[in-house]
């Protein structure tokens, strides 16, 4: 077991500064562990937080440095509803280059916003219950586990209809499932159906053959489609991501006539999530939809980082910082793999994935018994110092068999931090293999 720990990149002080004190509705599952650190510490370490999509090792030093070239007026309201004009050019050509699409001479537009991708999500949703859809049923047809969704579009009014993906299949979408789905909403309502090629938290990058197949069961049934790509340029080194924007380009045409908008999720891209920075496509009247939304919200600010970022997407430098975060969570996921049969997981256990900085294990055995195994799980892990997530939002409505459930691993903080988490974890294993041999 190791004493110490250089694959933290927190410690008691940084902790402090982040956390504060519990003053309020306190979101993170997370920080009472954390805030015990700050007080007692723990005989393991400092805290491996492995459990949000974050390293808090800082932006890149070459982005950082780009802040102070910014013009003075970067510091004012931004006039522009599609963000600061330079960055909005950089973001074409950036998604022209992802998507080998000529976005430039394409109907489509493109945008920035201040306030990150859970905003433009909720912003166009906003727009398809009160203006695009307004007085209509609205059904929200989404897969489970995945991310948070449904906290986006059931304040809306979205009823939840989700496809359930099963461990037993690996979580990997059934077609046929899928379609009865799509066609269990009345053709009297409406829906927005949601496409997260790049999985999260699974981690497996769909095929394209399947998402031209549920673009083309949503456009058959009238629907509005949002394509999440946080991840979408996040896979492991060797890993060409699969695309539903080419996939609904190819169904659909050039200018396609259903609703639908792409989120980019630039923090997760270029490793400044802090800095809350969005970009979107879409159609025209998605996009002008959308934007009402978001100035009936707040102006467009944050002018210095859209320039920073303007000068820093498509550079070499940003190219080579992320093939680097690519090696490194492509390392870290080898790592994970390698270990986490110390856990007394098997094959049927982890879905390795290879297509976002996560990875997806079951409980490990000693826990299946308990009536709430992951909580019981991440809170004994919690006590090495060790930070996991549940598989989000929930193992219910997965099919599983009662008290089984799975957790998910950021991958992000490199082979060491896994390593060295896993090591942590694994005692808790044999103290029950004594306990059971003692009995």
């Known amino acids: 077991m190791l004493n110490s720990s250089s694959s933290s990149p927190l410690d008691a002080g940084s902790l402090a500064d982040l956390l504060g004190g519990c003053d309020g509705f306190d979101p993170c599952p997370d920080n009472a562990a954390l805030r015990n650190y700050i007080e007692g510490g723990c ?43 330079e960055l909005q050019r950089a973001i074409v050509a950036w998604l022209s280059d992802e998507y080998r699409l000529p976005l430039a001479s394409s109907p489509l537009r493109a945008g920035a916003s201040p306030t990150g991708t859970r905003s433009l999500m909720h912003a166009f949703g906003a727009w398809l219950a009160s203006e695009c859809w307004r007085g209509e049923r609205l059904h929200l047809t989404s897969f489970t586990p995945s991310w948070d969704y449904r906290g986006v579009f059931t304040p809306l009014g979205f009823v939840p209809n989700p496809i359930a993906l099963s461990p037993r299949d690996g979580f990997a979408p059934d077609l046929r499932q899928i379609e009865a789905a799509i066609a269990s909403v009345p053709r009297s309502a409406r829906q927005l159906v949601v496409l997260n090629p790049q999985h999260n938290p699974t981690a497996l990058n769909w095929p394209d053959d399947l998402l031209r197949s549920i673009v083309r069961l949503a456009s058959e049934a009238g629907a509005a489609l949002l394509i999440d790509d946080a991840y979408h340029g996040l896979t492991d080194s060797g890993t060409t991501p699969s695309s539903a924007l080419n996939a609904l380009l190819e169904t659909c045409g050039a200018e396609p006539s259903l609703p639908f908008l792409l ?143 799975w957790v998910r691993m950021y991958l992000g903080l490199g082979a060491d931090a896994v390593a060295e988490a896993i090591e942590r974890v694994e005692p808790i294993l044999a103290q029950d293999r004594r306990r059971r041999h003692a009995g």
């Not at 890149?60 to 007026?73: F, I, K, N, R, T």
């Not at 080898?334 to 856990?343: F, H, K, N, S, V």
């Not at 195994?373 to 009662?402: C, D, H, K």
């Open 43 to 85: 005989r393991e370490g400092p805290p491996i937080p492995l459990a949000l999509g974050e390293t808090w090792r800082g932006a890149p030093a070459g982005l950082v440095a780009l802040l102070s070239e910014a013009p003075a007026y970067s510091d004012g309201y931004l006039l522009a509803p599609s963000g600061l004009p």
């Open 263 to 405: 989120v980019r999720s630039l923090g997760k891209q270029f490793g400044c999530n802090g800095w809350s920075v969005g970009a979107y496509l879409g159609g025209e009247e998605s996009v002008l939809g959308l934007q009402r939304q978001l100035a009936a919200r707040s102006l467009n600010v944050g002018g210095r980082v859209q320039w920073a970022l303007s000068r820093w997407i498509g550079s070499e430098a940003a190219a080579a910082d992320i093939k680097a975060r690519r090696d490194i969570q492509s390392s870290a996921r080898r790592a994970a793999t390698d270990m986490l049969p110390a856990l007394g997981l098997g094959p049927e256990d982890v879905v390795a994935g290879d297509a976002t900085p996560f990875l997806a294990f079951r409980v490990p055995p000693p826990f299946r018994g308990e009536p709430r195994p992951t909580a019981s799980f991440l809170a004994a892990a919690a006590e090495r110092g060790v930070s996991l997530s549940p598989l989000l939002p929930s193992a219910s409505g997965l099919g599983m068999e009662q008290g089984d459930s």
